[in-house]
């Protein structure tokens, strides 16, 4: 769909506008002071000076974008104006389809599109129903036995076997999925590493021959099968894409390959602990959703999809979203320069009071109740809007409905302890194990 061309688009008028309001230098030198997360200098800054607002960490001022007319304009309607540079995780990823630019960036999401929407989302339905049977599967031996088992591991276990099966159309082994750890461990050391491209390589440089070994085996494995009954995985497509594209390399869908890996389980994982997590601090949530029509209804399909829509509210796949301005523009009336750096937050925007009153409840009825919900444009955007929204966004809703649909009926994990704070990364995830023992469901 072109939203530019569906919504319009607002005046550009260079210059014209109003200086952005900038909060008082001493409030980001008390927060440097205090050594305070990043996502807590941004809140004040949004406090004081509203959806519009820049601060200086450097000389310059960076501009924080959470208003939703504001947010359309930045992602939706002047892609070309705000572009997104280098991806922090490009290390891991290359040149896939997050860290791509320009004409690169615009053929692989070509050839990833169709993929993940209509008919390749119906074959990749029955590789996501065969996990979610067999992280099923695996909680009832520990719900009759009594075994502990770590909810964010198991969703982390899950999520990755879905996109496995995906793109090989084969269930995830054990030791591909220790290999495969080695993607955490490069993702959780990026932002620590050194800033020379070089030397951060050989930081971890073992664990990415762990990772490039598996792409390379995947690879040589697709292209000497055949496609299986329900079509060929999505390693096949990428494969089968040099034939008109002399560009798709091994290297290039070796990038792809992990691009789609690391997307494809990391946000999906967290979203689920997370779900698991506010479910197990709000119990009632759990039963209406059950409550909702009888299984593989309709009415709990979409109750349950309200419950990872409003865990997706407080924890948005990518909590800030970068982007530079390549040109002079007026934003929402203010002027921004070529050159400023700017964050927009779907954390911060979600948690408006305006927009979502008593914002830090959780309540996925906001999600099934008319008028529960803003409907303006840019004001819930967990997986980003515009040309550069998550291409895989209706897979993780999918892959997510479909595990709770056979998990929620069935058992209630008991947390022996929660964690108490998060970690800020590309993702918001829990800080802490997640230990439990599961009970049975009432429903």
Excluded at 159 to 176: C, E, N, V
Excluded at 218 to 228: K, L, Q, S, V
Excluded at 284 to 298: I, K, N, T
Aim: a negative charge; proline letters at 8%.
């Amino acid at each position: 769909m072109d939203i530019e061309a569906a919504l319009g688009s607002l005046p550009h008028a260079p210059g014209t506008g109003r200086p952005v309001p900038e909060v008082e230098p001493g409030l980001v030198e008390r927060w440097r002071a205090q050594g305070g997360e990043l996502v807590e200098l941004l809140s004040q800054v949004r406090e004081r000076c509203g959806g519009v607002a820049a601060f200086r960490l450097g000389p310059a001022p960076t501009v924080l974008v959470t208003d939703p007319q504001a947010v359309q304009h930045v992602l939706a309607r002047h892609p070309e104006r705000y572009v997104k540079r280098s991806h922090r995780a490009r290390l891991l990823i290359g040149d896939g389809v997050m860290a791509a630019t320009g004409e690169a960036w615009k053929r692989q999401r070509r050839v990833l599109q169709a993929q993940f929407t209509g008919t390749g989302m119906r074959r990749y339905e029955q590789r996501i129903t065969a996990a979610a049977r067999t992280t099923a599967g695996r909680w009832d031996d520990c719900a009759r036995t009594g075994r502990t088992l770590d909810v964010g591991q198991e969703m982390r276990r899950f999520a990755l076997d879905a996109i496995w099966r995906a793109l090989t159309g084969h269930p995830l082994d054990d030791a591909t999925e220790r290999e495969l750890a080695a993607m955490e461990a490069v993702g959780a050391a990026i932002p620590t590493l050194p800033a020379d491209a070089d030397k951060a390589r050989d930081a971890v440089a073992d664990d990415l021959a762990r990772i490039d070994a598996v792409a390379r085996h995947a690879i040589e494995a697709a292209r000497g099968a055949t496609a299986g009954p329900d079509g060929p995985g999505l390693l096949h497509v990428l494969i089968d894409a040099a034939d008109e594209h002399p560009e798709y390399t091994d290297q290039l869908i070796r990038d792809e390959l992990v691009t789609l890996l690391a997307a494809g389980h990391e946000t999906t994982a967290t979203t689920l602990t997370w779900l698991h997590l506010l479910l197990d601090r709000h119990p009632a949530a759990r039963e209406q959703a059950l409550a909702a029509g009888g299984e593989g209804s309709p009415e709990r399909r979409q109750a349950i999809q309200a419950l990872v829509h409003e865990t997706l509210r407080l924890y948005p796949s990518a909590w800030i979203l970068p982007r530079h301005a390549a040109e002079d523009d007026t934003l929402a009336g203010y002027t921004v320069e070529a050159g400023t750096d700017l964050l927009v937050s779907p954390y911060l925007t979600h948690r408006d009071p305006e927009l979502f009153p008593d914002p830090e409840r959780f309540d996925p009825r906001r999600f099934t109740t008319p008028n529960g919900r803003p409907a303006q444009p840019g004001a819930y955007y967990p997986f980003g809007i515009g040309p550069r929204a998550c291409v895989g966004l209706q897979f993780a809703l999918r892959e997510s409905t479909i595990l709770l649909e056979h998990l929620l009926p069935a058992h209630v994990p008991v947390f022996s302890a929660t964690p108490t704070k998060a970690v800020w990364g590309i993702t918001v995830r829990p800080d802490g194990p997640t230990a439990a023992t599961l009970a049975p469901s009432l429903a």
